[in-house]
């Protein structure tokens, strides 16, 4: 039983990338963009995730380049912080604690020492302000930022509402059918108005705004895909509009070239337009980028564009409209039917994807492996629709055979499919084998694999349970026939049924040699090899919601929970409840490498979750992002940014390669040895200035030549710890007098005839020291060093 302390809810990926504006580094090298409380930075290059920077104790909603050192970030959070960062080496320099949420960041280089964030007025519920946040100069990291000065009130929460305009003369805001700018200089405030009148295509009102980087213009996206350019606005009354017009739905963003010769925007349709000129006539486009355009970034080059999509993808363009690179994170599904499957092959987590489709996500680097088309059929979007959908998946226990489930939803009868998927070594995809038309006459409810050996095909069985009261055991069956390009496919071998009741849930035990069938309230146990009933449970009243097998020494048990609140625990060899507790269980998932199994179960009315049995690890659930259960702490989890670049699994197997986990090996295991000798030491050795040094960037470092003697003042051994016979020895040093040159040319003479070998002669100098070395040691131990504490 593992205690409730050790364990905790993390958050192991899964994030919203479209959270927040992506932002490029000044060389468009990196991509920065915000992935829940955490920063990612990936290489444009090769998409690879190169920094993870955490801090932040809640979502961060905005990120921006300092705009006096294009090395560093800041970012701001709902936890009330703006952090600033040197993204190259993924640590923070400072972190500026405002105290209000913060909902949107912008920094500008004509504001010197200050930034904007978008906060809550405070009273007001639904009322937000755009401030400015003056941030400190002081020394240290944790500082706080209250001087805080409003200029905008009435401001919309959103990032892509507020916008500013050349050299920062001004800002402009949009919220609902209001548009109001305010010049700093002169202290000035315009408002304008759009007509409310609601369209065929929709309403007027504002859903995003840009400026133009050069000349006095804004840009502003409405909710019936109008975009509107506003001249002349520094009068009320005097001002100009000119309209463009293509999506026939909201536009979601709009960007500007770094030049101001081209707008960029994007909608619900999936598509980026280029205007150019500001000419309705003259417009290019970038179609079928996959889904809705949530937020587009340009870099400062003007080289390359990214926008950020509602399925959490983020796409990278060149400049003249061409595709260049795509970052899939996890595809967050209405309604997860599959559940979470683990594939044995890739240990990618396997869910439900974009509609039709099955989508292997990677945990580690948090980005989507490869998405597999299963119902290959196009999707339409259109509401009220019943369309094919994915609903049941299983792997076999090395990932060589995939089965999957879909159904569509009619009136009178469901419309059911089971496919069956075989691993293709040379393409490395899965490919279709078997496609099964109604395999029950009703919905499936679960199926499982039995592979005890699986290299060898007779061995191989697929159970199905439905809701036709009958469940259905499929095997794998040789084609004679030489034409057939497909050796082997599937079919039924044996239907059971029990009282006519349901079938809910079906399981194999951990060699293979039964199978549990739940139907309603009695779990039935058969043979897999003869499909003889060997026995029966029931634990009234409740329906069956979930059965396991133990596993390991706990193989003899059977698990099972009920729909009333019960948890048993069978015994297959007396036939007898062992046990039964008083627990509303909601999953049951057995861990496939120990004894443990994980119980998810409701508490309260909050929807809140407990644990039970034995749990170490599993993954359970998905709310609003993916969540695991780890027994380690966040430092354990998260590997430093060096090594993050190493992955040593996909590392090609050379001489050098064996030599260096050869060696790695043997130094994991000389540190374990001296950490346990040095443990007594830790706080004589957790020195301020060795912090400093190892854990601050080179380039804001001083010169080396003033950190060398406080860092080797550091690693000296304080007087108070010395022995007894450290002391007598120093006291007896100090009473000798100095000897002469002779003494130390005899000794020499001594030494170059002793007949001994190499290592011996190493040995002995290695442990004695000559008379002036000891004369020097003591001179070093004499010197006062404590004026570098002033440092």
């Known amino acids: 039983m593992v205690a409730p302390a050790t364990l905790r809810v993390v958050r192991c990926g899964g994030s919203s990338l479209h959270g927040a504006r992506a932002v490029f580094s000044a060389d468009s090298k990196y991509l920065l963009c915000a992935s829940g409380d955490f920063v990612k930075m990936y290489s444009v290059a090769t998409e690879e995730t190169l920094r993870l920077m955490g801090g932040h104790a809640d979502l961060v909603t905005g990120i921006q380049l300092n705009p006096r050192n294009h090395m560093q970030l800041y970012s701001s959070s709902l936890d009330g912080s703006i952090k600033l960062w040197d993204f190259m080496d993924g640590i923070p320099i400072k972190t500026f604690t405002v105290g209000s949420k913060l909902l949107a960041l912008y920094a500008l280089a004509s504001s010197e020492d200050s930034v904007f964030v978008v906060i809550p007025k405070s009273g007001e519920r639904d009322t937000f302000q755009l401030v400015s946040v003056k941030l400190t100069k002081a020394a240290g990291q944790d500082l706080e930022a209250r001087e805080l000065s409003v200029v905008l009130d009435g401001v919309d929460a959103s990032p892509k509402h507020i916008a500013f305009g050349r050299e920062g003369e001004y800002v402009a805001s949009v919220k609902e059918v209001n548009l109001q700018v305010y010049f700093f200089k002169q202290k000035q405030l315009n408002r304008f108005s759009v007509s409310t009148t609601k369209t065929k295509s929709g309403n007027n009102h504002f859903t995003c705004i840009a400026c133009h980087p050069t000349e006095d213009c804004i840009a502003t996206g409405h909710a019936d895909g109008k975009i509107r350019l506003w001249r002349n606005f520094c009068h009320k009354k005097e001002y100009t509009f000119s309209t463009l017009h293509w999506h026939h739905d909201t536009v979601m963003d709009l960007a500007f070239s770094m030049e101001g010769t081209s707008l960029l925007s994007g909608g619900v349709e999936s598509v980026l337009v280029l205007w150019h000129n500001e000419s309705d006539r003259q417009k290019d486009f970038l179609p079928r980028l996959g889904s809705a355009i949530e937020y587009i970034s340009m870099s400062s080059d003007g080289a390359l564009c990214c926008t950020l999509h509602t399925d959490n993808r983020i796409t990278i363009i060149n400049s003249n409209l061409r595709f260049c690179k795509s970052i899939q994170g996890l595809i967050k599904s209405t309604d997860v039917k599959t559940g979470l499957v683990v594939d044995p092959r890739t240990k990618a987590l396997v869910l439900n994807g974009e509609p039709g489709h099955l989508q292997f996500y990677c945990l580690q680097s948090d980005q989507q492996l490869f998405s597999l088309d299963i119902v290959q059929r196009q999707y339409i979007h259109q509401a009220g629709l019943n369309q094919a959908d994915l609903v049941k998946v299983a792997f076999s226990a090395q990932g060589k055979w995939l089965a999957t489930v879909e159904e569509r939803e009619e009136v009178s009868d469901p419309e059911l499919q089971l496919k069956l998927w075989f691993y293709d070594e040379e393409t490395q995809s899965f490919k279709l084998n078997t496609r099964i038309n109604m395999p029950h006459e009703d919905h499936i409810t679960d199926m499982c694999f039995r592979d005890m050996d699986e290299l060898e095909d007779d061995s191989l069985i697929l159970v199905t349970s439905g809701r036709d009261c009958v469940f259905k055991v499929w095997v794998v069956v040789e084609d004679t026939d030489p034409e057939v390009q497909q050796r082997v496919s599937w079919s039924c071998d044996f239907v059971g049924s029990y009282h006519n009741y349901q079938a809910t849930n079906c399981c194999f035990s951990e060699d293979g040699s039964l199978l549990a069938v739940s139907f309603e309230e009695t779990v039935t146990v058969w043979d897999s090899v003869t499909w003889d009933l060997k026995c029966t449970f029931c634990h009234p009243p409740g329906k069956i919601r979930n059965i396991c097998f133990g596993r390991l020494t706990c193989s003899k048990y059977l698990i099972g929970a009920t729909d009333y609140g019960f948890l048993c625990c069978w015994n297959l060899l007396s036939c007898a409840l062992e046990w039964s507790a008083h627990l509303n269980v909601l999953v049951l998932q057995p861990d496939p490498l120990s004894e443990h199994i994980a119980a998810i179960s409701w508490l309260s009315k909050e929807s809140s979750f407990s644990l039970w049995y034995r749990i170490q690890h599993s993954i359970n659930h998905i709310l609003s992002e993916l969540m695991t259960l780890s027994t380690k702490s966040l430092e354990e989890r998260l590997t430093p940014s060096s090594k993050q670049l190493a992955v040593e699994e996909s590392l090609p197997v050379t001489p050098f390669s064996l030599l260096l986990g050869k060696h790695r090996r043997q130094q994991s295991q000389e540190g374990t040895e001296l950490r346990k000798l040095v443990v007594h030491n830790k706080h004589e050795q957790d020195s301020p200035a060795v912090k400093e040094l190892l ?43 100095t000897d002469d040159d002779s003494d130390e040319e005899r000794d020499v003479t001594e030494m170059e005839q002793e007949d001994t070998s190499p290592v011996e002669l190493l040995g002995e100098m290695t442990c004695k020291l000559s008379k002036a070395q000891e004369k020097e040691l003591r001179k070093i131990r004499k010197m006062d060093y404590s004026w570098i504490s002033a440092f």
């Open 695 to 737: 854990h601050t960037p080179a380039h804001v470092l001083p010169s080396a030549s003033f950190l060398c003697p406080i860092f080797i003042n550091s690693l000296l051994i304080s007087k108070e710890n010395k022995s007894a016979e450290e002391v007598a020895d120093e006291v007896e040093m100090e009473s000798e007098k």
